[in-house]
Nanobody
Framework: QVQLMESGGGSVEAGGSLKLTCKVSGVTNGLHWRAWFRQVPGKEREGVAVMSIGLSTPLYGASVRGRFTISAYNNEIYLQMNNLKPEDTAMYYC??????????????????WGQGTQVTVSS
């Protein structure tokens, strides 16, 4: 089993930065796909960023490309968010999978999820 726990959310003004952390525990060997998603009430969960040994470089959703950076060290996954905008306001979730086939930022491909951390960006 795998457990994920996010932290680092909060409130920030537009243009500011936040860094989210996801601690991964359990059977992490072979857990190659690690990603961040976000969700606003009433909307679909949106893929933000993903990294994997199966990718030459991380991939990002179009709305965050150039502003967000995903990284990992040991059993932690990070999401550095810069130049935040009000439309980035959402609950942010980290997710992981051992194997993945299909679209890498499709939530249905991930087996393990954290409980989420709220990010609120004011204008």
């Amino acid at each position: 089993q795998v457990q994920l726990m996010e932290s680092g959310g909060g409130s920030v003004e537009a243009g500011g930065s936040l860094k989210l952390t996801c601690k991964v525990s359990g059977v992490t060997n072979g857990l190659h796909w690690r990603a961040w998603f976000r969700q606003v009430p009433g909307k679909e969960r949106e893929g933000v960023a993903v990294m994997s040994i199966g990718l030459s470089t991380p991939l990002y959703g179009a709305s965050v490309r150039g502003r967000f950076t995903i990284s990992a060290y040991n059993n932690e996954i990070y999401l550095q968010m810069n130049n935040l905008k009000p439309e980035d306001t959402a609950m942010y979730y980290c997710a992981a999978a051992y194997r993945l086939e299909g679209t890498v930022l499709d939530r249905s491909n991930y087996n393990y999820w954290g409980q989420g951390t709220q990010v609120t960006v004011s204008s």
